[in-house]
């Protein structure tokens, strides 16, 4: 049975163990998000962000000074499970021994994100929705691109990558225009899986490509 207060104000039951202070109901605990972490490997010189809902350039100084650590330390950037990676390139030219670049499980690329990287020399892209406009644009180095399970990727995103020679395309849904544009050192093409999009094999796609001979 309920125990009127001496006030009179209210009752209060018995105790059953659960009372939470505050007067809030105990429930089931609700999962929380997994925390963002950015970690680094010496020996690969990897810096790896994972679980944020942006990273952009004061996340990435953030993390660099939290490790004591300056952008020309890395050579390999890795992004998992990130809502949006945005403003690494131009504004970041202080990244000058980064080679590679991997982000898995990302919503958005955002536009000219790596544009102008001066020492990227490979892009892999598994499970994006959305990459942007000019994304990689004018990274002159980049020799190598892989692209798995991407739902949209935008105009120019990789225009004037001259030094581009391998291209792994599976599962992309849509390019917009002009994607691979003046990428003249392209002489192949490997195609896996469903491909689908404005131009996929036209001459925007693959406009000013001039030394592409072969499509796998």
């Not at 009179?8 to 429930?27: A, C, L, R, W, Y």
């Amino acid at each position: 049975e309920g125990i009127t207060s001496e006030d009179g104000q209210g009752e209060t039951g018995p105790d059953d163990g659960n009372t939470v202070s505050g007067g809030e109901e105990s429930g089931g605990e609700e999962e929380s998000a997994p925390e963002p972490v950015c970690t680094y490997d010496p020996a690969t010189k990897t810096l790896t962000f994972e679980n944020y809902e942006l990273v952009n350039k004061g996340i990435l100084d953030g993390c660099l000074a939290e490790k004591q650590m300056i952008a020309e330390d890395v050579e390999r950037l890795v992004f998992k499970n990130v809502d949006e990676v945005s403003a690494i390139g131009s504004s970041h030219s202080k990244w000058s021994n980064l080679g590679a670049v991997v982000i898995e499980d990302a919503r958005t690329i955002g536009e000219k994100a790596f544009f102008q990287t001066k020492e990227l020399a490979a892009v892999t892209l598994r499970n994006v929705t959305t990459v942007g406009p000019n994304a990689f644009g004018e990274s002159r180095q980049v020799q190598s691109v892989t692209l798995e399970n991407i739902d949209y990727v935008g105009a120019e995103a990789f225009r004037q990558c001259n030094a581009l020679t391998e291209l792994a395309i599976t599962n992309v849904k849509e390019f917009d225009r002009s994607p691979f544009s003046y990428c003249t050192s392209l002489t192949e093409l490997i195609l896996d899986g469903s491909i689908q999009g404005k131009s996929i094999l036209g001459t925007t796609m693959f406009y000013r490509c001039t030394g592409l001979r072969s499509v796998i």
